[in-house]
């Protein structure tokens, strides 16, 4: 009797699932952990600076001062508003904002900064698409679209262009408003410019409810606030829209995937392809989320591409023997097989 393998989908779901609840519920599953030291050096904050313990609880910044298991820095949507602490302590883009305001020397925040290096360069984005605990909520919401025979919406490469500039404005922005308020002359403000990212991403509003606490969602202290908590709901709205009625869409916004695609072109993990067994059929432009379109019209040996989210559509949907695979240095992971009809 012929047993029939699981797919590349189906492994894909089940280590979204599994790093969904460690990333989420981390520090709940390994909470003996968190009596010993850490494994990397904790950075605090110099007296004076602004820190999301340290703020008043109606601050939408807030959060408990419970420590992750692994104080590091994940290439994913590792949020710092996960219940009791998380897996990890935040995302990339936490780091840097946090640390530009703090006016952290360098030799500090190496240790964290080259492991998220290292973890970028060895599979890239494969965190976006395998990891990502904001991609795994987002599919869900597409995978009910689908199954409600509701269609989505196909971007096109314009709107794909626009979106990967909407990412460069957020993330520069973000980074310079962080370095912005370190100077002396906002200290007056400067609690309410702290981590202008994480004041408007959709995780900070989410990732509380899975460990069934309220986040704060709203604080209109004043001008600067009440734009932040405006912007939080507007963003919210968006991101469940992107996954709705679009496939990864706020991938394509999202700056912390912005900054682990900059590893893509360079990572250990490659997408291969034998330009001589493509029939240039669209099967992997329609099976691919994030629209990409490179797999078909390069010819190169190597196809990584900065949106590439290594989902592996292309690969499972691919009906041309042997044509795409998934590297990792030189093993073989995947590979593309004759489909038969």
Not at 12 to 34: D, K, N, P
Request: net charge positive.
């Amino acid at each position: 009797m012929h047993i029939r393998r699981p797919s590349i989908t189906f492994w894909r779901r089940t280590a979204q699932l599994s790093f969904f609840v460690l990333f989420v519920y981390g520090a709940v599953i390994f909470r003996t952990e968190l009596k010993t030291d850490p494994i990397l050096p904790r950075l605090k904050p110099p007296e004076g600076m602004p820190s999301t313990t340290r703020l008043d609880k109606s601050s939408i910044l807030w959060a408990s001062d419970d420590p992750p298991v692994v104080d590091a820095y994940s290439p994913g949507a590792a949020c710092r508003y996960n219940p009791k602490g998380g897996l990890v302590k935040a995302c990339i883009v936490h780091m840097l904002s946090e640390n530009l305001t703090w006016r952290t020397k360098l030799a500090y925040i190496l240790p964290p900064l080259l492991v998220f290096i290292l973890a970028a360069f060895l599979v890239g984005r494969w965190w976006c698409g395998w990891v990502c605990p904001l991609g795994t909520l987002g599919d869900v919401l597409s995978y009910t679209r689908k199954k409600l025979r509701l269609g989505y919406v196909d971007f096109g490469r314009n709107v794909g262009g626009a979106l990967k500039g909407t990412s460069n404005i957020i993330l520069w922005s973000a980074l310079g408003i962080s370095w912005i308020s370190g100077y002396r002359y906002f200290e007056n403000v400067r609690c309410y410019l702290y981590l202008p990212y994480c004041q408007i991403c959709p995780g900070r509003l989410l990732c509380p409810l899975f460990g069934l606490s309220m986040p704060t969602w709203r604080d209109f202290t004043n001008t600067i606030t009440s734009v932040f908590t405006v912007l939080s709901w507007a963003t919210l709205v968006l991101f469940l829209a992107a996954f709705v009625i679009g496939r990864r869409v706020w991938c394509r916004v999202c700056p912390i995937g912005l900054i682990t695609s900059w590893f893509n072109r360079g990572s250990m993990l490659s997408l291969r392809k034998v330009p001589v067994r493509c029939n240039r059929c669209t099967a992997c432009i329609e099976a691919c989320p994030m629209a990409n379109t490179h797999v078909r019209e390069k010819d190169d040996e190597i196809v990584n591409h900065p949106d590439c989210i290594f989902c592996l559509r292309c690969i499972e949907q691919c009906p041309s023997d042997r044509c795409l695979s998934l590297k990792f240095g030189g093993v073989t992971l995947a590979r593309s097989s004759f489909k038969k009809s």
